[in-house]
C-alpha cells in the first residue's frame, strides 16, 4: 500500500493527450512540491518533472506536471509509442521521501 | 557526465547480510545526498533511506530501522548499502541516486539485482 494513489494502468493512442493522477495527503503533496520518474522497461527510473512542473534538461515540452492541493497531475501530450513505461509521483512526507505505487502507461 | 555505477548483483541465503555499493564520478561527491530505493519485481519504488556524504548523517524508512545502514568512503567517492537479517521479502533490484536540492532523484544508479534464497 503506497502513501500516495496513482491508478495501476493508462493507455492512449498516438497524438493522444493522456494524464496520469496522483493524489495525497496533506502531509505530503499538500504541503511538498511533487515529482515525477518515468521508467522504461528494464531500466533505471529516470527524472521527468522536478518541484510540480519543471522539466529537466533534454525532457520533451510533451511532458507536463500540475498540482492542485493534495493532489497531482502528468499530462504527456503527443503521445508517442517511446512514451510506453512506468510513471511514478513522488514527495517528501515529513523527513521520509515517499512514492505512488505506479502507472504502467500502454500506447496502443 | 554524472554517473553512479553500482557493484553486481548478489545471491545471499536467508539470515545473511549484503553490501552494495554506488560509485559516483562527474561532480563533488560530498555535495550531494545519496539515496537508496528498492524494488521487487512486477512492484513500486521503495524509498529506504538517504545519507549527507559531507556529514555522513543518515536517515531511514521505519521499515528498515535497525536492519540498513548507509555509508560512504569519500576518498573514493562511494556509498554503501548495507541490509541485514535478509529474507526472501527483500528480493529485488536497489537503487542509489543521487538527491538534487535534497529532493529530487537524478541521476539514478543502473540497479543491482539480489537475491535471497535458501
Known amino acids: 500500500q503506497s502513501v500516495l494513489t496513482q491508478p495501476p494502468s493508462a493507455s492512449g493512442t498516438p497524438g493522444q493527450r493522456v494524464t496520469i493522477s496522483c493524489s495525497g495527503s496533506?502531509?505530503?503533496?499538500?504541503?511538498?512540491?511533487v515529482y515525477w520518474y518515468q521508467q522504461l522497461p528494464g531500466t533505471a527510473p529516470k527524472l521527468l518533472i522536478y518541484?510540480?512542473?519543471q522539466r529537466p534538461s533534454g525532457v520533451p515540452d510533451r511532458f507536463s506536471g500540475s498540482k492542485s492541493g493534495t493532489s497531482a497531475s502528468l499530462a504527456i501530450s503527443g503521445l508517442r509509442s517511446e512514451d510506453e513505461a512506468d510513471y511514478y509521483c513522488?514527495?517528501?512526507?515529513?523527513?521520509?521521501?515517499?512514492f505512488g505505487g505506479g502507472t504502467k502507461l500502454t500506447v496502443l | 557526465q554524472v554517473q553512479l555505477v553500482q557493484s553486481g548483483a548478489e545471491v545471499k541465503k536467508p539470515g545473511a547480510s549484503v553490501k552494495v555499493s554506488c560509485k559516483a564520478s562527474?561532480?563533488?561527491?560530498?555535495?550531494?545526498?545519496i539515496n537508496w530505493v528498492r524494488q521487487a519485481t512486477g512492484q513500486g519504488l521503495e524509498w529506504m533511506g538517504w545519507?549527507?556524504?559531507?556529514?555522513?548523517?543518515?536517515g531511514y524508512a521505519q521499515k528498515f530501522q535497525g536492519r540498513v545502514t548507509i555509508t560512504r568512503n569519500t576518498s573514493i567517492s562511494t556509498a554503501y548499502m548495507e541490509l541485514s537479517s535478509l529474507r526472501s521479502e527483500d528480493t529485488a533490484v536497489y537503487y542509489c541516486?543521487?538527491?538534487?536540492?535534497?529532493?529530487?532523484?537524478?541521476?539514478w544508479g543502473q540497479g543491482t539485482l539480489v537475491t535471497v534464497s535458501s
Open positions: 496533506s502531509s505530503n503533496i499538500g504541503s511538498n512540491y
Open positions: 513522488a514527495a517528501w512526507d515529513d523527513s521520509l521521501r515517499v
Open positions: 518541484r510540480n512542473n
Open positions: 541516486a543521487r538527491a538534487r536540492a535534497r529532493s529530487w532523484f537524478d541521476p
Open positions: 545519507m549527507n556524504p559531507n556529514s555522513g548523517n543518515t
Open positions: 562527474g561532480y563533488t561527491f560530498t555535495s550531494y545526498d
